[in-house]
């Protein structure tokens, strides 16, 4: 089992800046991908960025190129997701989400373990 915990969301004026971060716990050690994913009412959950939990390399949705920069601390388990130049359609519920079978996938269904999702949005 692994376990995530999000944190880093909130409330952001359009141009401006968030970090978010992921902490896991537990089987660390099975990951072979932690990637983010994001959501908006009535929409489905589209991947955002993903980094290769061992080596840290990294790949992003072809979109979000360019903003956003993902990175990990290994010594705290922790992945980082920065997010600039912050627009109102960046505004959702982001999760970040661990593949224990994988790399590089960006498909919702092949992520095992979720966290609960944080709250990210951009005012005008």
């Known amino acids: 089992q692994v376990q995530l915990v999000e944190s880093g969301g909130g409330l952001v004026q359009a141009g401006g800046s968030l970090r978010l971060s992921c902490a896991a716990s537990g089987r660390t050690f099975n990951i072979y991908s932690l990637s983010w994913f994001r959501q908006t009412p009535g929409k489905e959950r589209e991947f955002v960025a993903g980094?290769?939990?061992?080596?840290?390399?990294?790949f992003f949705a072809d979109s979000m190129k360019g903003r956003f920069t993902i990175s990990r601390d290994n010594a705290k388990n922790t992945v980082n997701f920065q997010m600039n130049s912050l627009k109102p359609e960046d505004t959702a519920v982001y999760y970040c989400?661990?593949?224990?079978?994988?790399?590089?996938?960006?498909?919702?269904?092949?992520?095992?373990?979720w966290g609960q999702g944080t709250q990210v949005t951009v005012s005008t």
């Open positions: 980094i290769n939990w061992s080596f840290g390399s990294t």
């Open positions: 989400a661990a593949d224990v079978t994988a790399y590089w996938s960006r498909r919702r269904g092949d992520y095992e373990y």
